[in-house]
């Protein structure tokens, strides 16, 4: 500090200057030359920070546009699914038909030797009942729907075979956790019916849905069809309702109704009804009837009543008619 003194001392002198004026000089340059300093310190951050707002927008603005893509890709995907859903369902319905075509082709060529086909289906029908139903369709499950089914499959839960090797307290666990609407399904018989179906065993799974079914058709007294049978029968262009006795090869409306004069209202009436009876019925009816031949009426029924639908779609494709070509 003294130095300093004596240094302001000696250049006042030099200059001829007053003390005090050199100081006071001296104070002002540093005052103006810090106030620059700081002037261009603000102006750097100023701009600096002009700058990351305008970075900052441009992130937003980037953002956003982010966002709308996300959002219209997420719509494509779902689009996506539902087209490869729908596009799943028509394969299967291909594959379905491919079987049915497929059966009655064999059907045919084998019948025109005077056989019928040797049974791979059901009851000892010609129908491959697995490749017609499809191993994806757990729907022939009793007690799963299309929502159970969907639920099934969201859990890797895809074929018979899968569904099969599930435990109860399993399957109980991804309806519990689905919601109250899922929660009051019992899925204690599932793996049971799914594993019939994938080995199959199809007059096993027929009968199993038929005890849990419980029971009988409360019109006709008839047993009613399994939930298998139900399927079929659709696949295959039949009804399940039991006093359609037009299902029979050789009937038409009209002689349905005069069988149903006659008190023969339903399927199992007919497979009782002795042919003699059928006769007279037919003859009653005038001379427009008498040219039919009820002679197989009886057994058609009888397949049906049972819900033997592939080997009542193999006989009716033997058939002339409704007639026996032998």
């Known amino acids: 500090m003294l130095l300093n003194t004596f240094f302001l001392q000696d250049a006042a002198t030099a200059l001829g200057l007053p003390c005090w004026l050199l100081w006071a000089l001296c104070s002002l340059g540093a005052f103006l030359l810090g106030l620059l300093l700081g002037w261009w310190l603000w102006y750097q951050y100023r701009r600096r920070s002009a700058e990351l707002e305008e970075e900052l927008k441009g992130l937003r ?8 893509d996300y959002a219209s890709l997420k719509y494509q995907i779902e689009e996506v699914n539902k087209e490869n859903g729908s596009l799943r369902a028509s394969l299967h319905q291909c594959d379905s038909d491919k079987a049915v075509l497929k059966t009655k082709l064999a059907k045919y060529e084998e019948g025109e030797g005077g056989g019928m086909v040797a049974g791979r289906g059901a009851s000892g029908g010609s129908v491959d009942y697995a490749a017609l139903l499809g191993q994806e369709n757990l729907q022939i499950v009793e007690g799963i729907g299309p929502k159970i089914e969907e639920l099934l499959k969201q859990n890797n839960i895809g074929t018979w075979a899968n569904l099969a090797a599930w435990s109860t307290d399993d399957l109980k666990e991804i309806l519990e956790n689905a919601g109250p609407s899922f929660r009051i399904h019992d899925p204690s018989s599932w793996p049971k019916q799914a594993l019939l179906a994938a080995e199959n065993h199809w007059t096993e799974l027929i009968a199993l849905q038929k005890s849990l079914d419980a029971g009988k058709d409360s019109a006709t007294g008839d047993e009613t069809p399994s939930k298998v049978e139900k ?40 497979a009782k ?44 494709e033997f058939l002339d008619g409704g007639k026996d070509p032998e």
Do not use: C
Request: aromatic letters at 8%.
């Open 61 to 68: 603005l980037k953002y956003g546009e982010l966002e709308k």
């Open 231 to 270: 399927m079929i029968a659709k696949l295959l262009g039949f009804t399940t309702n039991h006093s359609d006795l037009k299902i029979v090869e050789g009937i038409g409306p009209k002689i349905e109704q005069l069988l149903k004069a006659a008190g023969i209202n339903t399927w199992s009436d007919l």
């Open 273 to 316: 009804a002795p042919l003699d009876r059928l006769k007279e019925v037919l003859a009653d009816g005038g001379d427009a009837y008498r040219l039919a031949d009820p002679s197989t009426w009886s057994k058609q029924a009888e397949l049906a009543a049972n819900g033997r639908w592939g080997e009542l779609s193999a006989y009716q």
